[in-house]
């Protein structure tokens, strides 16, 4: 039977030319209603009492990065970092693997749409996604960027998603480590994404690949981070690892939401790769986070979430499944949205570190050096009961705040990031959202009103013309007053009662950040070192 390319009417390319034969149905750019319709048809999920479509992501519940790999060949062999985040396969491995993912197809009814990732159009990826999972689509019209009939009707592919759970990889025959795989394939411009559920294979699988085409071929700088704008049209950007407060605090209902996770920064602007947002709900409350509570209503979904016994309600609480519970949605859900989503050049950027030593100031100022070097390094700490057997603050390192999705060295991105910093003269603070007074099990977590009053001073230019002083083992500037902020409390030793066990707990935090960088120093110029923290 001829494949049944449904709903075809706005698109000039049929899947039958990305090599994809199907004996069922295809179903193309269905509306989040069509798609909510099908996901409760196929018992893919369930709808929550505020119309959000409930479904799990099966065995995976996070991303798997030991089982992401690019393929090795003639673009990507001399361009590409090797080594544990970019773990190489070969071309004949792909293309048999890629084959088999085209026969398990030829039986499944598959969802197919097409859209953009990033804003700017001279940057744009243009995406065909396949999914076997009707839920997985309506997360793809979620998170990327949705065409006009206009541009659907002069839609020229650039980049294919193929993303089929139920087709599992043989490590033997396939040269997977497992039975999951997603594969990135620059010259054939396929991601493969198969034995895993897990829907943010597919987000973090584009931004790998803008992480590589945007700085290597466009010497634009691909950033892991959070955006807003103020209402005098100044951008400020937002970097922090997982629970540094990178989402609540570019939250903020006086300033527009560029976007929550992903962005470039051009020669003239900030734009967003994204069309949604992809948060996390462990813990969810109106009171705590009432944007992003609000934003989940029909046409979200939220991952891996319990009802409360009895009802349609949502338990955020529940963790039985995961940590990890998430809700995606458009980003038209957030009332304070920026649409298109794209700001002018950042006037000021923030470093988020959540320091469980309680050894880094609660914000200071870098200098160019500095804020290279920090970006590079990426450190935030982990506390006692994020992580299976940690028991004490352990320090943690990710290089330009996301190395599992960079596949270029981070040395080029932290240049590319040091020059525009300093053609724009741009602003760049650390930020510790962590421990003051002693570290974690001593002192106590910094107030939130206090950051929210330093990030606001420092985007209002009440930090402009303060005196600063030099931190003894980091060198950065910390301000001696900020308003809305005890002055003691800017001052991470001050707030110490044992100042020696505080000078011994800074240098050791400083020793860290010395080791990590042993394996960039090779790669780093003389002005990156020169921000390192001084033994």
């Known amino acids: 039977?001829?494949?049944?390319?449904?709903?075809?009417?706005?698109?000039?390319?049929?899947?039958?030319?990305?090599?994809?034969?199907?004996?069922?149905?295809?179903?193309?750019?269905?509306?989040?209603?069509?798609?909510?319709?099908?996901?409760?048809?196929?018992?893919?999920?369930?709808?929550?009492d505020v119309g959000a479509l409930m479904a799990d992501t099966g065995e995976f519940t996070g991303r798997s990065p030991k089982d992401r790999f690019i393929v090795l060949?003639?673009?990507?062999?001399?361009?590409?970092?090797?080594?544990?985040?970019?773990?190489?396969?070969?071309?004949?491995?792909?293309d048999i693997l890629h084959q088999k993912m085209l026969l398990f197809l030829e039986q499944k009814d598959l969802y197919a749409r097409q859209a953009f990732a990033g804003v700017d159009p001279r940057y744009r990826l243009n995406?065909?996604?396949?999914?076997t999972l009707a839920w997985h689509n309506l997360f793809c019209n979620n998170m990327f960027l949705r065409p006009s009939k206009e541009e659907l009707d002069h839609f020229v592919s650039d980049f294919t998603i193929i993303c089929a759970p139920e087709f599992e990889a043989d490590p033997e025959t396939d040269?997977?480590?497992?039975?999951?795989?997603?594969?990135?394939?620059f010259t054939k411009r396929i991601l493969l994404i198969g034995g895993t559920a897990y829907a943010g294979e597919m987000k973090k699988g584009i931004f790998s690949i803008l992480n590589y085409i945007l700085p290597y071929q466009h010497q634009v700088l691909s950033m892991h981070c959070s955006a807003n704008k103020g209402a005098n049209g100044d951008t400020a950007v937002f970097f922090?690892?997982?629970?540094?407060?990178?989402?609540?605090?570019?939250a903020d209902p006086k300033r527009a939401?560029?976007?929550?996770?992903?962005?470039?920064?051009?020669?003239?602007?900030?734009?967003?790769?994204?069309?949604?947002?992809?948060?996390?709900?462990?813990?969810?409350?109106r009171e705590k986070e009432p944007q992003i509570w609000d934003a989940i209503k029909f046409g979200a979904i939220v991952e891996n979430t319990r009802f409360y016994s009895g009802t349609r309600t949502v338990d955020y609480t529940n963790k039985e499944v995961t940590e990890n519970t998430r809700t995606s949605y458009p980003i038209d859900h957030i009332s304070n949205a920026l649409i298109p989503s794209e700001a002018g050049i950042p006037k000021n950027i923030f470093f988020l570190t959540a320091d469980a030593f309680g050894v880094i100031p609660p914000i200071s100022k870098l200098n160019k050096s500095q804020a290279m070097y920090h970006f590079i390094s990426g450190y935030t700490a982990k506390v006692a009961g994020t992580e299976v057997g940690i028991t004490e603050p352990k320090t943690t390192f990710s290089a330009c705040f996301g190395a599992a999705f960079l596949p270029l060295h981070?040395?080029?991105?932290?240049?590319?990031?040091?020059?525009?910093?300093?053609?724009?003269?741009?602003?760049?603070?650390?930020?510790?959202?962590?421990?003051?007074?002693?570290?974690?099990?001593?002192?106590?977590?910094?107030?939130?009103?206090?950051?929210?009053?330093?990030?606001?001073?420092?985007?209002?230019?009440?930090?402009d013309n303060v005196g600063y002083r030099k931190h003894s083992v980091f060198g950065v500037g910390i301000p001696e007053t900020c308003p809305n902020v005890p002055?003691?409390?800017?001052?991470?030793?001050?707030?110490?009662?044992?100042?020696?066990?505080?000078?011994?707990?800074?240098?050791?935090?400083?020793?860290?950040?010395?080791?990590?960088?042993?394996?960039?120093?090779?790669?780093?110029?003389?002005?990156?070192?020169?921000?390192?923290?001084?033994?």
């Open 127 to 131: 995406l065909t996604v396949v999914n």
């Open 1 to 48: 039977m001829e494949t049944q390319d449904l709903l075809l009417q706005n698109t000039t390319q049929k899947l039958s030319s990305l090599g994809i034969q199907t004996s069922k149905h295809v179903f193309w750019n269905l509306t989040p209603a069509e798609l909510v319709e099908h996901s409760l048809q196929n018992d893919e999920g369930k709808l929550t």
């Open 240 to 250: 922090g690892l997982s629970g540094t407060g990178k989402t609540t605090l570019s």
């Open 257 to 285: 939401l560029i976007g929550d996770d992903e962005h470039a920064w051009t020669e003239d602007s900030v734009f967003n790769f994204e069309g949604g947002c992809y948060a996390k709900v462990i813990d969810l409350s």
């Open 410 to 463: 981070p040395t080029q991105y932290a240049a590319l990031f040091g020059e525009k910093m300093e053609k724009h003269q741009v602003n760049v603070w650390l930020v510790n959202t962590g421990w003051t007074g002693g570290p974690y099990g001593v002192g106590n977590r910094m107030k939130l009103a206090y950051t929210r009053a330093m990030i606001t001073a420092a985007l209002e230019g009440d930090l």
């Open 175 to 185: 040269g997977t480590r497992q039975k999951n795989f997603a594969i990135i394939n």
């Open 487 to 535: 002055d003691e409390v800017l001052s991470p030793r001050a707030t110490w009662d044992d100042k020696i066990a505080y000078d011994k707990k800074a240098r050791e935090l400083g020793a860290a950040f010395i080791q990590n960088f042993e394996k960039y120093k090779d790669f780093a110029s003389e002005d990156i070192l020169a921000g390192a923290p001084n033994l």
């Open 73 to 94: 060949d003639e673009q990507t062999k001399d361009s590409v970092w090797w080594g544990d985040i970019n773990i190489p396969i070969s071309e004949e491995k792909f």
